[in-house]
């Protein structure tokens, strides 16, 4: 860290607390070449991967297009906007834990479509439906076989416990 006074790398840490909204730590430093003080903050940086579309393009991850997305899946649904938000949190942090540079925009697809499936039969299968591409309503029937025997599997695992 060079001092901003005389541009000297050589410091001394006097003080260190957590900033007012707790989302850095504030240093109080001292120049040992001119004994100036300064302040420094440090921040986590978030690492939020480059999302490659389907054509090739990059574009920066974007949480509000995902809460656009989940919050037309479930449209007139009995869910919260705590419960979607923390669909978009979950997908956020699978993200940023890939520790990845890019993503495939599919693996984030299918990671929505995960966690709606725990979510809501009827907004997995509407998100899905797009997601997917759905050419015709077999593509659509396939995919409701598939969530009503992941909701029958559930119901039987619930009885025997």
């Given at each position: 860290?060079?001092?901003?006074?005389?541009?000297?790398?050589?410091?001394?840490?006097?003080?260190?607390?957590?900033?007012?909204?707790?989302?850095?730590?504030?240093?109080?430093?001292?120049c040992l070449?001119?004994?100036?003080?300064?302040?420094?903050?440090?921040?986590?940086?978030?690492?939020?991967?480059?999302?490659?579309?389907?054509?090739g393009r990059r574009e920066p991850f974007d949480r509000v297009k995902i809460l656009s997305g989940l919050k037309k899946a479930c449209e007139k649904r009995a869910i919260s906007m705590d419960a979607?938000?923390?669909?978009?949190?979950r997908v956020e942090e699978f993200c940023q834990e890939s520790q990845l540079k890019e993503i495939p925009s599919s693996v984030i697809g299918e990671k929505i479509m995960e966690e709606l499936h725990r979510l809501d039969g009827v907004a997995y299968v509407r998100f899905a439906s797009v997601y997917r591409q759905?050419?015709?309503?077999?593509?659509?029937?396939?995919?409701?076989?598939?969530?009503?025997?992941?909701?029958e599997t559930r119901r039987s695992r619930t009885r025997r416990t």
């Open positions: 860290m060079k001092c901003p006074f005389c541009s000297n790398s050589e410091n001394k840490v006097i003080d260190s607390r957590l900033s007012k909204d707790g989302n850095s730590i504030r240093r109080r430093r001292e070449a001119c004994s100036r003080r300064f302040t420094t903050y440090e921040y986590v940086e978030d690492v939020i991967p480059v999302v490659i579309k389907k054509d979607i938000e923390a669909v978009v949190d759905f050419k015709d309503v077999n593509d659509f029937m396939e995919e409701l076989k598939d969530v009503l025997k992941t909701n």
